[in-house]
């Protein structure tokens, strides 16, 4: 069974700064994970798709590397910005279950 | 291109009441999935359909239940509502089931639902 543990699980940041989220799960015979953002209240917006076969995927300011054999993910988040607060997910499949999901990290940018 | 849709948006329930909520998938979409989402537990896995079909279950009880239609929309019911069921309900779309091969799920902006 598929667990996924999301470290910091609260990062408060100032505006400008790099930043890195962690993943972390438990069952690597995965196709590949996806990374989401929640506003408050809100459905999931999907970030960054990375395939089994890649190591890296990269959309504007945000990057995401996978690393299999270790269990671990993690996005990286460029000269950071007050919109980009939001709680972050990561979100690899396990078996037949389409994504299991982290707690999530929740991130403030201050202006 | 459209996303997901969901609705309602909003619901109040009572207990021992049921539910049904909607969720229309991308064009184009064949597999649809739902979560449920609760402060404490988080998201959960639901129940996945493609093609009409069940593919996969997660570990709720049977008052939950769901089905998919031709053109792809999808229901779940909640029967018997309990004050426990008050979650955030999200729907998420993708080409491909599961069983085939996992490709990028889309969700909607979810379903509120609480239960007095």
């Known amino acids: 069974k598929q667990e996924v543990t999301q470290i910091p699980a609260a990062l408060s940041v100032p505006e400008g700064e790099n930043l890195v989220l962690n993943c972390s799960f438990t069952?690597?015979?995965?196709?590949?994970l996806q990374w989401f953002r929640q506003d408050p209240g809100k459905g999931l917006t999907s970030l960054l798709l990375i395939q089994s076969s890649q190591r890296e995927q990269t959309s504007g300011r945000l990057n995401a590397s996978l690393d299999k054999s270790s269990g671990r993910s993690t996005l990286y988040i460029a000269a950071s910005q007050p919109g980009d607060s939001a709680t972050y997910l990561c979100?690899?499949?396990?078996?037949?279950?389409?994504?299991?999901f982290g707690k999530g990290t929740r991130l403030s940018v201050i202006a | 291109k459209a996303g997901v849709t969901q609705t309602p948006r909003y619901l109040i329930k009572t207990r021992g009441q049921q539910v049904t909520l909607s969720c229309s998938p991308i064009?184009?979409?064949?597999?649809v999935s739902w979560y449920q989402q609760t402060p404490g537990q988080g998201l959960q896995f639901l129940f996945e359909y493609f093609s009409e079909t069940q593919r996969n279950k997660g570990n709720f009880p049977g008052r939950f239940s769901g089905r998919q239609f031709s053109n792809s929309r999808s229901e779940m019911n909640v029967s018997t509502l309990e004050l426990g069921d008050s979650a955030l309900y999200l729907c998420?779309?993708?080409?491909?089931?599961?069983?085939?091969?996992?490709?990028?799920?889309?969700f909607g902006p979810g379903t509120r639902l609480t239960v007095l």
């Open positions: 979100a690899p499949p396990s078996g037949n279950t389409p994504l299991v």
């Open positions: 069952d690597s015979a995965i196709y590949n």
């Open positions: 998420a779309s993708s080409f491909l089931s599961v069983a085939d091969s996992y490709n990028e799920q889309f």
């Open positions: 064009s184009g979409h064949r597999s």
